[in-house]
């Protein structure tokens, strides 16, 4: 197989996460990046622990499955590993990265692959989504909403967000995360983001979620989300949610 030439976002993470499924041209884009800001592996291994903690408490609710979006790659205590009992569609936006997915979960009858962008429903193939989350628009589900909220406009993630709400049946959840300013002082860092990554100060976080309503916990840094044991000691650079989707 042909080594990239281009870094992949996913393949960073995983590279943070200490996966396997990376590149050279990953792992020096990642190095680049920590030069600019810092503790990026702490940082993404704890946004992943709050995925987890969030998956693990939808499952406890009796929802057995789960749509993801902008999923990267699915290793590494992603969903279907933490909530092995329940079916899973990954979908993202990346080509090599759904290729990535599809390969490494070739094998499973309970989890799937395919493309799908967050902002438009209708990019899910029908058939993956009636396989791998059945059920949807009928039962309660579980949506995963990490890693796309900085990279949609106000209107846009607030338009994305009612019309999944609208979509999922009534006792559905939502696991969301929203960047903080905290690059806002790491502007080298903050350039390599792109023009079209948002900062959003925590008191904008709550309007956006629209109907969706969040948990007793509310929507705090990640760490301090139900966490076990200590909070882990890593800056609030993401903050998030798991909100209920209620009758109408």
Do not use: K
Not at 91 to 98: A, N, Y
Not at 100 to 105: H, K, N, S, T, V
Not at 175 to 195: C, K, R
């Amino acid at each position: 197989m042909a080594q990239p030439d281009r870094p992949s976002t996913a393949r960073m993470i995983d590279h943070w996460l200490g996966g396997r499924h990376h590149h050279p041209v990953d792992v020096a884009a990642a190095a680049a990046f920590e030069a600019a800001y810092g503790p990026c592996a702490a940082i993404f291994r704890s946004l992943r622990d709050f995925l987890g903690r969030a998956v693990r408490a939808v499952a406890a609710e009796g929802v057995d499955g789960f749509l993801v979006f902008g999923a990267g790659v699915p290793t590494c205590g992603n969903v279907h590993e933490v909530a092995p009992d329940a079916t899973v569609l990954y979908t993202d936006v990346d080509p090599d990265t759904v290729r990535l997915g599809q390969r490494l979960l070739a094998g499973s009858d309970r989890a799937g692959y395919g493309y799908g962008d967050a902002a438009d429903l209708g990019t899910v193939d029908p058939a993956q989504l009636h396989r791998f989350v059945p059920g949807w628009g009928r039962r309660p589900v579980g949506v995963v909403f990490l890693g796309l909220a900085a990279f949609l406009d106000d209107d846009t993630l607030a338009r994305t967000l009612d019309e999944l709400y609208a979509a999922a049946a009534p006792g559905s959840w939502l696991a969301i995360d929203f960047d903080s300013e905290e690059l806002a002082g790491h502007p080298e860092a903050l350039a390599m983001m792109g023009p079209e990554f948002r900062m959003r100060a925590p008191e904008e976080f709550a309007p956006l979620l629209g109907r969706w309503r969040p948990s007793h916990d509310g929507i705090v840094p990640v760490a301090r989300w139900r966490p076990v044991g200590e909070p882990a000691p890593v800056p609030d650079a993401f903050y998030g949610a798991l909100a209920s989707r209620s009758a109408d």
